[in-house]
Each structure stands twice: as structure tokens, then as C-alpha cells.
């Protein structure tokens, strides 16, 4: 059965530095995968999504995620974090093409 | 346009009561989603509509569970005789069609706290 693995539950990082989220996937066969943000008391929001192709990929407020084969990873990237990213975080596997399975969401703190 | 609503935002019910949390989707989107947000579990799918075939419920936790969709539009979740472990954050999801291709577009949820 598919699963996703999100091994840190909280993670804080100070304003400016970089960010990596950590997302470990189970799936039989090439994997569609996603990043969600949910914000406090806000619904989820898509930042990016990997279908095939090239292994990095771009999303939205400057987030960025590499699919590595080898490592069943798809960890979440940004450069230089901001106070409003603070935020929980979602990695998703599709599950045959209809609902999505979340890993169990990391919690984003940002230190001034 | 406007997006996923969810009715209403929060619910406070007594253990062995029945409860109905409403989605509206977006206008158009033929894929309708029901996720719990619980502490400790995560996102849990529970159910799924497209169109007018027969809805997923593989991911419902019991028969006292139950979902549906009425002319291919507004969708209600049924919890009867609620338990205190049905607290959660149920979520709503829509997508144009089926498949992983077309994002679902998540509500802002609705809070269930059965006391």
C-alpha cells in the first residue's frame, strides 16, 4: 500500500535562512506527488506537484522540490525563508489517480 | 470565482448524536473529496465522488459514516451516533475531473468536537 513518511514533525528556522522539508514515499509505480501548505485556520493550498519529467520542480512563493527515484524522496526547498512561511506542510502521493495519501504534516516555525 | 465552502465552521455535539457537515464545490468540478484531519493522524481520505458513477468509500472508518451527493453538486457527510473520537477537522475537496492531473481545491474544513 502506498504511504508517505514526513520524519520531522516540527522544524524551526531562522527568518532568511534556507529550508529543507523531508517527504519518503511507498508506491509501486512512477508516483505523483505534492506539496500542500496549510496556513492557521486557512484550508490547504497546492504549492507544487511532480508528474514525470524533470526531477526539480517549481511552485508557488518561491518553493522548489527534487524527486529522487533512488531515495523514494521528494523533499520541499526554498532558499531564504520568510515570517509568513511559517505554516504546516503536506506531502501527498496520489492513490491511483482519485484521493491523495498525506504524510502526517510538518509544522514550520521561523525564529527573527 | 469563489471557492470550496464547507457549513459550518465548527460543531459541537453530544457523544451519540448524528451530525451533517455540508460542502459546496466549485462551480464545475465533477470530483468531490472528504478528508479528516484528526491529531496524531493526519489528512485521512474517507470518501470520494466523480460524476455519477458510484462514489470510493474505502476510506470511510465505519458504517456510521456516510456521504452524499445530490445532482452532482453539493455534498453531505453524515456521522450518526457520534463518538469522541470523531473530533476532527473534516475537509472538503473538489477538482475539475478525476485523476491526479487536476488539483483539488481544498475548503477551509469544518471542526467536529463531540463531547
Known amino acids: 500500500a502506498q504511504s508517505v513518511t514526513q520524519p520531522d514533525i516540527h522544524i524551526t528556522v531562522s527568518e532568511g535562512a534556507s529550508l529543507e522539508l523531508r517527504c519518503n514515499y511507498s508506491y509501486g509505480a512512477t508516483p505523483y506527488l505534492f506539496w500542500y501548505v496549510q496556513s492557521p485556520g486557512q484550508g490547504l493550498q497546492l504549492l507544487l506537484k511532480?508528474?514525470?519529467?524533470?526531477?526539480l520542480v517549481q511552485g508557488i512563493k518561491g518553493f522548489e522540490a527534487e524527486f529522487k527515484r533512488s531515495q523514494s524522496s521528494f523533499n520541499l526547498r526554498k532558499p531564504s525563508v520568510h515570517w509568513s512561511d511559517a505554516a504546516e506542510y503536506f506531502c501527498?502521493?496520489?492513490?491511483?489517480?482519485?484521493?491523495?495519501?498525506f504524510g502526517k504534516g510538518t509544522t514550520l516555525s521561523v525564529s527573527s | 470565482g469563489a471557492g470550496v465552502s464547507q457549513s459550518p465552521s465548527n460543531k459541537v455535539t453530544e457523544k451519540g448524536k448524528d451530525v451533517e457537515l455540508r460542502c459546496d464545490p466549485i462551480?464545475?468540478?465533477?470530483?468531490l473529496y472528504w478528508y479528516r484531519q484528526s491529531l496524531g493522524q493526519g489528512l485521512e481520505f474517507l470518501i470520494y465522488f466523480q460524476g455519477n458513477s458510484a462514489p470510493d468509500k474505502s476510506g470511510l472508518p465505519s458504517d456510521r459514516f456516510s456521504a452524499e451527493r445530490t445532482g452532482g453538486s453539493v455534498s453531505t457527510l453524515t456521522i450518526q451516533r457520534t463518538q469522541q473520537e470523531d473530533s476532527a477537522v473534516y475537509l472538503c475537496?473538489?477538482?475539475?475531473?478525476?485523476?491526479?492531473?487536476?488539483?483539488?481545491?481544498f475548503g477551509p474544513g469544518t471542526r467536529l468536537t463531540v463531547l
Open positions: 462551480s464545475g468540478h465533477t470530483a
Open positions: 511532480y508528474f514525470s519529467g524533470d526531477t
Open positions: 501527498a502521493v496520489d492513490q491511483a489517480g482519485t484521493a491523495l495519501i
Open positions: 475537496a473538489s477538482s475539475t475531473t478525476s485523476g491526479s492531473l487536476n488539483e483539488q481545491f
